[in-house]
């Protein structure tokens, strides 16, 4: 009985070293897919922001604040 365990180890090892190759391939395919999309999305939101922006203007006119810079915390940096 010890011996079907062995050889079970052994063919769950030969099985992961085959899959690991494509273990890989699907990982760098997620952080591209990713990075794709989160570029994206921030597309879309200048986008949405920029609408935002013109309906402000349209709305109230010349009250209309410009865009202000995000407080440096805010951006990622610490300070």
Request: proline letters at 5%.
């Amino acid at each position: 009985m010890a011996a079907y365990a062995v050889i079970a180890v052994e063919a769950a090892a030969q099985l992961v070293t085959l899959l690991a190759p494509l273990l890989v391939v699907a990982l760098v395919a997620a952080v591209i897919a990713s990075a794709w999309a989160d570029g994206g999305m921030r597309g879309a939101e200048a986008q949405v922001d920029a609408q935002a922006g013109e309906w402000a203007r349209y709305v109230f006119g010349a009250e209309a604040a410009a865009p202000r810079p995000l407080p440096v915390a805010s951006q990622g940096e610490h300070g």
